[in-house]
């Protein structure tokens, strides 16, 4: 599942980074931790897009940003948008035929992370898939422990899929999409849909219909929470991630032990994984939380969810980041975007 030695482009910028200097993410204050991860990994707004703007609807825990890229596909017969930095309610418009829809969440093990920081992979997904692309600034650990981040990602699902026209996009066309803790939380949220279907984050007006999610697709996402596994073993002092990361990721988002048993929090702990939206997983192999997403994947495909699995050995966490840099990270982002294009 691992490479013998990690992909030369990749181990070039694990270089640089390790020359900054930085302490490990768990070595550092929350505070101190947000800032470098936004220094490290918010870089210019590339590639174009054709219209990015920020948004804001009122979520259960009060007002959630999101930033809303949209290509060409997506601009023509959309009227009355809401403008830069407004709140939105339900966007009142009339459309034609919209573009695909993607609800995307950061990483940053539900600690760290802003929109910023995730600017660049979203322009790629919003111009490689063509997709109206809905980028989501959930509240964080451990100021907001879980489960605030799961009824925020839902919220937000529900929200997108009541205004994706008035976005220009298309409801009946609709995916999650996440990174790392990201990741996680797009499952969580079609987790949700399964479940409760329009309730109950306590955001959606009365009488909302469930969001239908017709794909997630999951990058490297947190599906378990054993410190144990071969590949926390072979990946404890990294690259880019380390065990100890993931255990201080972990203390900071749950309230107690006993929500690592909730499947919102853990999702290898759901006593089912099937009738859900088709997944693409994708893992790395020299990556702590690899083994605990090919058993998601290998789930998905036992319990009855159709799942595209995408495993590159010689990548390291959070690789898709670097799709500017790293060949192997372009054609995994571009394989993603393939499957959000046949997905939705």
Known sequence: MRADE????????????????????????????????????????????????????????????????????????????????????????????????????????????TLDSIDGPC??????????????????????????????????????????????????RLGVSGTSAGGTLALAAALHAREFGA?????????????????QFLLYPIAGRDFGTDSYRENADGPLLTRADMRWFFDSYLRSPVDAYNPFAVPLRADDLGDLPPATVVTAGFDPLRDDGVALAERFEREGTPVEHRHYPAMAHGFCSLADRVGAAEAALSAVATDVRDRL
């Open 123 to 172: 322009r790629e997904l919003a111009t490689r898939a063509d997709a109206v692309v809905v980028s989501v600034d959930y509240r964080l650990a451990p100021e907001h422990p879980f489960p605030a981040a799961v009824d925020e990602a839902a919220a937000a699902v529900a929200w997108v899929a009541r205004n994706a026209a008035a976005l220009g996009g298309d409801p009946g």
């Open 199 to 215: 309730g109950p984050s306590g955001a959606e007006p009365a009488g909302a219909e469930p969001p239908e999610i017709a794909g």
């Open 6 to 113: 990690l992909d030369p482009e990749i181990a070039a910028v694990v270089d640089e980074i390790e020359a900054l200097g930085l302490p490990d993410w768990h070595a550092l204050s929350v505070d101190a931790a947000r800032r470098v991860e936004d220094e490290v990994f918010a870089g210019d707004p590339e590639p174009p897009v054709a219209d990015v703007r920020d948004l804001a609807f009122d979520g259960p825990h009060g007002e959630v940003p999101v930033r809303v890229y949209r290509p060409e596909a997506a601009l023509g017969g959309t009227t009355d948008r809401a403008g830069d930095g407004d709140t939105a309610g339900d966007i009142d418009a009339e459309t034609d035929a919209g573009a695909r829809t993607l609800v995307h969440f950061h990483g940053g093990g539900w600690t760290l992370g």
